[in-house]
């Protein structure tokens, strides 16, 4: 019973690529965010969505994107990839209150 | 400005003893406060949130607005809580979540 749905587990890019990071939930969930996770610095918010082609800045939105065409798909693009954005990035979607996470997508900058 | 502190990065207990996961928090306004745990090989889940003073699998954390403090206590260990905990905030009426660093917990048999 997948709710929020990454569509890829594990990717390679080369520096300087455009990158796509989809995530789909089913939820109908208004609400829907980017984190990336990163070893002793937590999860820190890059980007989210309250609403259809609504998008707001978290607190590392440099470098990256965001595209809500859809209320279930919210995208994350990496217009030119870096080996700083080498991460573990985790979708979340809510109504309110308590997240439910996506199983993350490990990006890998060579 | 929402801040999450959880001065621990690792914390290794052995079965049976008590722990305490410690987070702090900095918020101007009314928090939500919330725990997540991510079990190896699985996505993060939310453990308790402090507005429904529940205790899931034995853990209990109590919002103290005096020390501004929600830590994770369990009176007794168990080896398939090892993990990694994130303590997270949210303004009330916000759905933008701040995250802890969070803190690895490993429980020894």
């Known amino acids: 019973d997948v709710k929020v749905t990454q569509s890829s587990r594990y990717l390679v890019k080369r520096t300087g690529e455009k990158v796509f990071l989809e995530c789909v939930q089913d939820?109908?969930?208004?609400?829907m965010f980017w984190y990336r996770q990163d070893p002793g610095l937590g999860l820190r918010l890059i980007y989210f969505s309250y609403d259809v082609k609504m998008k707001e800045k978290g607190d590392i939105p440099e470098g990256y994107s965001v595209s809500r065409e859809k209320k279930e798909r919210f995208s994350l693009i990496l217009e030119s990839a870096s080996t700083n954005q080498t991460s573990m990035y985790l979708c979340?979607?809510?109504?309110?209150?308590?997240?439910?996470f996506g199983s993350g997508t490990r990006l890998t900058v060579v | 400005a929402q801040r999450v502190t959880q001065p621990e990065k690792l914390l290794s207990v052995f079965k049976g003893a008590p722990v305490e996961l410690k987070c702090n928090y900095s918020?101007?306004?009314?928090?939500?406060l919330f725990w997540y745990v991510q079990y190896s090989r699985q996505r993060l889940q939310l453990l308790l949130r402090?507005?429904s003073r529940e205790s899931i699998k034995g853990f209990t954390a109590d919002l103290n607005k005096g020390e501004t403090s929600f830590h994770l206590k369990k009176p007794f260990a168990q080896e398939e809580d090892s993990a990694m905990y994130y303590c997270?905030?949210?303004?009330?009426?916000?759905?933008?979540?701040?995250f802890g660093a969070g803190t690895r917990l490993t429980v020894k048999p």
């Open positions: 979340a979607s809510t109504r309110t209150g308590s997240y439910t």
């Open positions: 402090h507005i």
């Open positions: 939820m109908d969930h208004e609400n």
């Open positions: 918020y101007s306004g009314s928090p939500e």
């Open positions: 997270a905030l949210s303004g009330h009426g916000d759905n933008d979540m701040r």
